[in-house]
Nanobody, 117 residues
């Protein structure tokens, strides 16, 4: 499985960005796609994930500000990020895995989001 992420950039505090990630290759019908992030000097952490059937999970730090969605026909996941804060600055990584084999995680190349005035 290959993952191609896009949409990062520089935005001012309070602004919005939308990330996209398209999966290709051997896609299973029931899968999980989502996002992790890694801020400078910190460990990689989960942000949000969505199962192909629609179940969604958010980390507390982004709940109410970020919205994850997916288009199953396009094998694409989106992350709408609103009310961005400087602490959201990080490299954002797209992930994909078979829901029935959660150890088989595929990672995208990462896209940088910088929140700064």
């Amino acid at each position: 499985v290959q993952l191609q992420a896009s949409g990062g950039g520089l935005v001012q505090p309070g602004g919005s960005l939308r990330l996209s990630c398209a999966a290709s290759g051997s896609i299973v019908s029931i899968n999980v796609m989502g996002w992790y992030r890694q801020a400078p000097g910190k460990q990689r952490e989960p942000v949000a994930r969505v199962v192909s059937g629609g179940i969604i999970n958010y980390e507390d730090s982004v709940r109410g500000r970020f919205t994850i969605s997916r288009n199953n026909a396009k094998n694409t996941v989106y992350l709408q990020m609103n009310s961005l804060k400087p602490e959201d600055t990080a490299v954002y990584y797209c992930i994909y895995y078979d829901r029935d084999d959660p150890n088989s995680v595929y990672w995208g190349q990462g896209t940088l989001v910088t929140v700064s005035s």
